[in-house]
C-alpha cells in the first residue's frame, strides 16, 4: 500500500478529522456558556469523522453503511455545521429547504448504495450536494453577517469558499474527463489529491473556527473591561480597588476624589489607615471583621473624613473579588450626608413651630419623656411652666392676625431671654406655651418666674404697641421620688395657669 492509496489517505483522514473533533470539543466547552452554536459544530465534525471512518471500510462493510450511511453523516453533518454558525453570528433563519435537500439526498444515496451506479455519477451527486451546503456556510461568513462581526468569521467563510472551489472543480472533472473505474478506491490520483485538499482545508477550517472563537472571546473582553472600566471612573460614587493582603490601594475612581478631596496620586500605593479616613475606629474595626467573616459587606452608613478633616455620612459596600489570582476588595462609598442633613431639616421642622421657631406641640412631648427618663436616673427634680398669652383673641380681633402674629413671636423671645438654653421651650397651642426648666430648685423657678414678669414689663414700658402684652401661667414640679405620667404634669401646670388668669380677671374687674 503505497503513501497515495487513497483507503491510507481515507485512514490519515480518519485520525485528522478526530484530533479536528476534539478541538472544536475543546472550543465548545471553554465558550459553551457565551455563544451558541458550538455544540453543533461538535456534532458536525464527529458525524465527519464517522462518515470518514466508515468510507474507509469500504469492502469491509455493506456497501450501504460504507457509502449510503457515510454520505448521509456527511450531508447531515455538514447542516448540522450550518446551523450552528447561524446560532454563533446570531442569524438564524428557516432550514426547511436544508431538511427537504437532506431528505432527497438520502433517498438518492440510499439507491446508489443498494445499486451498482456509475462511480462518477454519484461523485458528481456528491460534490454538488456539498457545494449547496458549503456554499450557504461561506455566504453566511461573508456576506450575511453583521458588518462588525465579518473580521471575525472571515477566515471561516474564506476556508467554506476553498471547499466550495474544490467542489466546483470535481464537478468540471466530471464533464471533461474520462472515468473508466468503477472502483472508488482505483480512481485515481485525482480523486486522492481532492481527499487531501479536503483534508488540509479541514485542517484550516478547525484553525479558523479556533482563531474566530479566540478572537471574539477577546473582543467581548476587551469590550467587558472597557464597560467596568467606564463604570468604574464615571460612577458618582467612590469606589476603591485595594489589596486583600496589606490593604493597599490599587485603584480609585474620579467620584473618590471629588467625594474625598484626595488626589490619584496621594492615594494609590496607601492604605485607608495611612489617610486616616476612618472617623471611627470601632466602625472599622466592624467592617473589618464582617468583610473577613462573610466576604462582603452591604450598605453600611458609617462616617469617613475627609482630606479637609470634614466628616461625611456614607453607604458602605464591599466584596472580596479576585483579579489575576490576587484577593482583592472592591469597594463603593456613596456620600448620604446632604441626605442626611435634609432629613435633620424635615425631622427638625416636623418638630418646630413655623411661627416662633419653638419646639412645636409634637416635639415638646418627644423631647420631655426622654429627658424625664435622664431626671429619672439622675434623680434630679424638673419644673413645668405652662404659660398662656393674655388677650390674643382681642388683638386678632382688633388689630389683625398679623399684629396677633407679631405678640406670638414677641412672647417667644422673651421666653428665650428668660431662660436658660438647656431649658426646654415650647408653643403648644394657639396662645400657650410651656417650659420644662431642667434640674432646678424651687428657688430657681422663683428667679425665672420674677425675670419673666420684668421681662413683660419692660417690653409694655417700652410703648412700641397699642396693646400691653400680658402672660399667665402656672408651674409643676416632677419629682423623680414621686414620679408621675407627663400627662398629669402639663394638667396639674394648666390648672394653676388658669387660676392665674381667673386671678388677674378678678383683679381687673
Not at 478506491?185 to 487531501?196: D, H, M, N, Y
Not at 411652666?385 to 388677650?391: E, K, L, R, V, Y
Not at 402656672?474 to 381667673?502: C, H, Q, R, W
Amino acid at each position: 500500500m503505497n503513501f497515495l492509496d487513497l483507503r491510507t489517505v481515507f485512514f490519515t483522514n480518519v485520525i485528522t478529522f478526530t484530533i479536528c473533533t476534539v478541538v472544536v470539543a475543546l472550543l465548545w466547552h471553554q465558550s459553551r456558556n457565551r455563544f451558541a452554536g458550538m455544540s453543533l459544530l461538535v456534532i458536525d465534525f464527529a458525524m465527519q469523522a464517522a462518515a470518514t471512518f466508515l468510507i474507509a471500510m469500504r469492502g469491509f462493510i455493506t456497501d450501504w453503511m460504507s457509502i449510503g450511511l457515510a454520505n448521509i453523516l456527511v450531508f447531515a453533518g455538514s447542516i448540522l455545521g450550518y446551523m450552528g454558525l447561524e446560532r454563533f453570528v446570531g442569524k438564524i433563519s428557516s432550514q426547511i429547504h436544508n431538511y427537504i435537500f437532506l431528505a432527497f439526498y438520502g433517498f438518492v444515496l440510499s439507491y446508489f448504495a443498494l445499486n451498482q451506479t456509475d462511480l462518477a455519477v454519484r461523485n458528481l451527486a456528491v460534490s454538488l450536494g456539498l457545494l449547496i451546503i458549503w456554499f450557504q456556510c461561506m455566504w453566511l461568513m461573508l456576506y450575511r453577517v453583521e458588518p462588525g462581526m465579518r473580521p471575525l468569521t472571515f477566515g471561516v467563510g474564506l476556508v467554506f469558499g476553498g471547499l466550495s472551489l474544490v467542489n466546483v472543480v470535481r464537478i468540471a472533472e466530471f464533464f471533461t474527463s474520462p472515468h473508466p473505474v468503477n472502483d472508488y478506491f482505483q480512481s485515481g490520483a485525482f480523486q486522492t489529491l481532492v481527499i487531501i485538499v479536503y483534508q488540509m482545508l479541514m485542517i484550516l477550517l478547525t484553525y479558523s473556527l479556533a482563531l474566530m472563537v479566540n478572537k471574539r472571546l477577546f473582543v467581548e473582553l476587551k469590550t467587558h473591561e472597557e464597560k467596568f472600566a467606564k463604570a468604574f471612573h464615571s460612577s458618582p460614587y467612590a469606589i476603591v480597588l485595594t489589596r486583600l493582603q496589606n490593604g493597599r490601594i490599587m485603584e480609585v475612581n474620579e467620584g473618590f476624589v471629588n467625594i474625598t478631596g484626595y488626589r490619584y496620586d496621594e492615594v494609590v500605593g496607601k492604605t485607608t489607615f495611612d489617610l486616616h479616613i476612618w472617623a471611627s475606629d470601632e466602625e472599622r474595626a466592624a467592617i473589618v471583621d464582617e468583610l473577613l467573616r462573610n466576604g462582603k459587606v452591604q450598605g453600611k452608613e458609617l462616617h469617613l473624613k475627609k482630606k479637609t478633616g470634614e466628616i461625611i455620612t456614607g453607604i458602605f459596600s464591599a466584596e472580596v473579588i479576585t483579579i489575576n489570582n490576587e484577593k482583592c476588595i472592591l469597594t463603593s462609598v456613596s456620600d448620604i450626608s446632604e441626605r442626611k442633613r435634609m432629613e435633620e431639616e424635615i425631622r427638625e421642622m416636623s418638630l418646630r413651630d413655623s411661627l416662633t421657631d419653638l419646639y412645636n406641640r409634637r416635639g415638646f412631648f418627644t423631647i420631655a419623656e426622654q429627658e424625664i427618663k435622664k431626671a429619672n436616673r439622675a434623680r434630679k427634680k424638673m419644673h413645668l411652666t405652662f404659660i398662656d398669652c393674655d388677650g390674643l383673641k382681642w388683638i386678632n380681633d382688633n388689630l389683625g392676625h398679623e399684629e396677633g402674629d407679631r405678640a406670638l413671636k414677641v412672647t417667644a423671645d422673651i421666653l428665650r431671654r428668660t431662660f436658660r438654653e438647656s431649658d426646654l421651650i415650647a408653643r403648644v397651642g394657639g396662645d400657650e406655651f410651656a417650659v420644662l426648666s431642667i434640674y432646678t430648685t424651687d428657688i430657681d423657678q422663683e428667679v425665672f418666674l420674677r425675670r419673666l414678669q420684668q421681662h413683660i414689663d419692660e417690653y409694655n414700658e417700652s410703648g412700641s404697641r397699642r396693646y400691653k402684652l400680658g402672660m399667665s401661667w402656672g408651674t409643676s414640679v416632677y419629682d423623680p421620688e414621686s414620679p408621675i405620667a407627663f400627662d398629669e404634669l402639663m394638667a396639674a401646670a394648666d390648672k394653676l395657669m388658669y387660676a392665674n388668669k381667673k386671678g388677674k380677671a378678678h383683679a381687673r374687674a
